[in-house]
């Protein structure tokens, strides 16, 4: 799971939109101002999640969506969030938790199914580089990389190694991983949080408690020995030891 702090919008509430990408495909998306399901023309990159492929379909997830201000939503997890702003930026370097990076630097070039011509580049294990290839938009193998020099910082330059999920960079959309386990729509961080926080608290009262304790035993037993010792006492000794002589 995944908490977010941030203000997350329902995908129902985004508009259906064409993309970057030059295929030809009818979908359909949510309007929230009429309540209905309206076709489009989709070009096959992803844009968002507001991307249904049969009017059914739309109407199944979005059906009595109306539009609101997005609320801040403090402590939940939005485990939904994560997946439509992952789908809206794909990105090889984004990957899938227990996922070896070892999948970005091997395989084949895949244009993959779109038509559009951005040019990508990928690592060839056999010759150990990077080479260019013409990437269609959607689609294809991880072993995708955006320019020669993250290809060679990604699979020459280090050892692919196993790596975590990491939170969406693009957007307005800011999380952190969570230390605990969410449960149900709210995270355990709001009730986990304070607890440690008076756990910390009580802590540090108990050893500033001991600490002046100490002290004070400390000043008591240098007050007993200056009681002990007093210096008339040693006047008199010397005083009788005069007359003797």
Known sequence: HVCWNVCCQDFCLTKGETGPCRAFFVRWWYDPETETCRNFTYGGCPVNLNNHPGEEECMAKC????????????????????????????????????????????????????????????????????????????????????????????????????????????????????????KGDIALTAVVLPILLALMAASLLGVMIVFFVKMSKKNQQNSNMRAMWNPIDDKECLMNSAYTL
Not at 125 to 134: D, G, M, V
Request: net charge neutral; charged share 25%.
């Open 63 to 182: 059906s009595g969506v109306k539009g609101e201000d997005c609320v801040f939503y403090m402590g939940k997890c939005f485990l939904p969030c994560l997946a439509t702003e992952a789908e809206a930026n794909p990105s090889p370097e984004r990957l899938v938790a227990e996922t070896s990076t070892s999948e970005i630097c091997s395989g084949p070039p895949v244009t993959g199914r779109c038509r559009a011509a951005f040019p990508r580049w990928y690592f060839d294990s056999e010759l150990q580089s990077c080479r260019k290839f013409t990437y269609g938009g959607c689609g294809g193998s991880k072993n995708n990389h955006r320019s020669e020099d993250e290809c060679v910082n990604n699979c020459v330059d280090k050892k692919p190694e196993p790596s975590r999920v990491q939170a969406p960079k693009a957007g307005n959309f800011q999380g952190m991983l969570c230390s605990v386990i969410c």
